[in-house]
């Protein structure tokens, strides 16, 4: 008869053999786990110059012709429906009154040379890591998101979206359609405005 002490030193020398099988067969697998893949940090801005994008640099009107239903001007109705308003790009109001043209050098990003009288402006499209960009064959889209205020004497929060679309049509027009959505948010409430939307065709020049 077996005392009931050896019982128990068996069963404790069992245990103890399967503890340590499980470390030995944990520790073999941990071995032959691919090695982690390293993924970059998003601190990369889109790029407009993938293969994927069509090409639309070029010159062009600077004015556009709003397509039927859109407005005639550009969020108010002294500011005209140019190429720079509609693609975001700034341009001193005097040189968009007077000039007709308007040079789009199409790079990593969009940008806008405008001449007149021997005045020369250029400015790029600011685009940043959070911004997203897709691109078809014949058609680029853009989505960026800006926020304003947002700190401790301030909490209130003005965001703003800007949805582009530019397509290139059979003529070589590009037709440029433009939806901004803005909203105030605080930590207790949001505050959404009607969208706007704008869309127009601009011939090409060259």
């Not at 800006?146 to 909490?155: D, H």
Request: net charge negative; glycine share 6%.
């Amino acid at each position: 008869m077996v005392s009931r002490p050896s019982i128990h030193h068996d069963q404790h020398v069992k245990l103890a053999k399967l503890g340590a099988l499980a470390l030995l067969a944990l520790l073999n697998l941990h071995a032959c786990r691919p090695a982690p893949v390293a993924t970059l940090p998003p601190t990369l801005k889109p790029s407009l110059a993938w293969p994927e994008c069509p090409k639309i640099g070029g010159m062009y009107e600077l004015q556009g012709e709003a397509l039927p239903g859109s407005m005639n001007f550009y969020r108010n109705r002294d500011s005209k429906l140019t190429l720079n308003a509609m693609l975001g790009v700034a341009a001193p109001a005097d040189l968009a009154q007077e000039s007709v043209r308007v040079e789009l050098v199409h790079d990593d990003t969009l940008e806008l040379v405008n001449r007149y009288d021997g005045a020369i402006t250029a400015h790029q499209l600011d685009l940043q890591p959070e911004d997203r960009v897709v691109c078809e064959h014949n058609r680029i889209r853009i989505h960026r998101t800006r926020a304003e205020g947002g700190v401790a004497e301030e909490p209130l929060r003005n965001i703003s979206e800007y949805a582009q679309e530019l397509t290139v049509e059979g003529d070589g027009s590009l037709l440029v359609k433009t939806r901004i959505l803005n909203h105030s948010k605080s930590a207790f409430w949001s505050t959404p405005v009607p969208p706007e939307e704008y869309a127009a065709r601009f011939r090409r020049l060259d």
